[in-house]
Antibody, heavy 121, light 108 residues
């Protein structure tokens, strides 16, 4: 079955960086883009961007450009999200999700379980 | 930046019909998608391409579209339908994906 399994919770100090992984299985890794979505405590979902696992091409939401890096290791079918210069506003659950595209719109049919990142001094 | 607007909350009694709306300027030319999220869990796809039910979603869930507004309808609401619901689509250029602010459905 299709699974996206994310790395465990992280606690970081302001100004630091965090890297979250999303191990995928059960489907052809290079056939579907991976998107990252975050959710601050008690807040809604916020799309962060995507990575094309085949080429490594990325597209980042404007709110995160300059601070986010999405990469992948195709040999272990694992994409990564790295966010730098963390502040308390980055405290959130970070989700990876498999994206399917239809007429210039992506949607997300499988999700990881989420990774809580806490930024605190 | 592009926004999708949802009501913060909707309340219905069991067995009634719940309607959750989502408005956005690009919706006439972009499909919309709906997700259900229960506390502590990842979102789950409910409706895709405006009105198609995702696998495993009960028939009481349906979607519709009219102009700049899409609607998620839950007919005969059950207690287990209580959750947060999010719409999602793309901006007019198709470059960026966007979520609505979410609607908390309360089953009284």
């Amino acid at each position: 079955q299709i699974q996206l399994v994310q790395s465990g919770a992280e606690v970081k100090k302001p100004g630091a960086s965090v890297k979250v992984s999303c191990e995928t299985s059960g489907y052809t890794f290079t056939a579907y883009y991976i998107h990252w979505v975050r959710q601050a405590p008690g807040q809604g979902l916020e799309w962060m961007g995507w990575i094309n696992p085949s080429s490594g091409a990325t597209n980042y939401a404007q709110n995160f450009q300059g601070r986010v890096t999405m990469t992948r290791d195709a040999s272990i079918t694992t994409p990564y999200l790295e966010l730098s210069r963390l502040t308390s506003d980055d405290t959130a659950v970070y989700y990876c999700a498999r994206g399917r595209r239809w007429r210039e719109t992506y949607y997300f049919d499988y999700w990881g379980q989420g990774t809580l990142v806490t930024v605190s001094s | 930046s592009y926004e999708l607007t949802q009501p913060p909350s909707v309340s219905v009694s069991p067995g009634q019909t719940a309607r959750i709306t989502c408005s956005g300027d690009a919706l006439p030319k972009r499909f919309a998608y709906w997700y259900r999220q229960k506390p502590g869990l990842a979102p789950v796809l409910v409706i895709y391409q405006d009105n198609e039910r995702a696998l495993g979603i009960p028939e009481r869930f349906s979607g519709s579209s009219s102009g700049t507004t899409v609607t998620l309808t839950i007919s005969g609401v059950q207690p287990e339908d209580e959750a947060d619901y999010y719409c999602q689509s793309a901006d007019s250029s198709g470059t960026y994906e966007v979520f609505g602010g979410g609607t908390k459905l309360t089953v009284l």
